[in-house]
């Protein structure tokens, strides 16, 4: 009766094409054969944050429908990160713990990177928030930082229809 702040069915299964279309593009082998970002469980959770940044941003920009799909996303996001870490080895009396972790750097990473694309010169300004939280080499934090933005305008060149629905892939 009252399930109004509950997510609908159809919801759920918009965020699980977009959790899916995300995780696809964090796991393009490019980024990791290019040693733009360490391929190590933390630098994939790098990578599912920084694609999943951009999917965020454009979800939100819609208002209240996107930002409920956007925290729809975040929560199946986290889900996949408990489970990870559970299959992983990680007990129960920690879990919760480190999952707290990953979502400071996770929404503290969204955050700067948001700043970044909204400045003015996005591509030095997200090279900078890349070099101090991803990649300390400034020429791939830079060659990462232009594989996003490119990414950026798939994502924003979705059109409403597109992200309310979910896409296939990014």
Do not use: C
């Not at 799909?69 to 299959?87: N, T």
């Not at 597109?162 to 296939?168: H, I, K, R, S, T």
């Amino acid at each position: 009766m009252f399930n109004w702040f509950k997510p609908k069915a159809a919801d759920k299964d918009v965020a699980k094409r977009w959790r899916d279309a995300v995780t696809g593009a964090a796991r393009n082998p490019e980024p990791f054969l290019r040693e733009w970002v360490t391929d190590t469980v933390y630098g994939r959770f790098n990578m599912v944050a920084l694609v999943a940044t951009l999917a965020m941003r454009r979800m939100r920009a819609l208002g209240g429908e996107g930002r409920a799909l956007s925290s729809a996303l975040s929560e199946l996001l986290f889900s996949d990160f408990d489970h990870s870490l559970r299959e992983n080895g990680v007990g129960d009396s920690s879990i919760a713990r480190r999952i707290r972790k990953m979502g400071e750097e996770f929404f503290g990473l969204a955050k700067a990177v948001d700043e970044a694309l909204d400045a003015g010169g996005p591509k030095q300004a997200l090279t900078e928030v890349l070099q101090r939280n991803v990649q300390k080499d400034a020429e791939k934090a830079q060659a990462l930082a232009v594989y996003l933005i490119d990414l950026n305008v798939t994502v924003e060149d979705l059109s409403d229809a597109q992200v309310l629905a979910g896409p296939d892939a990014l």
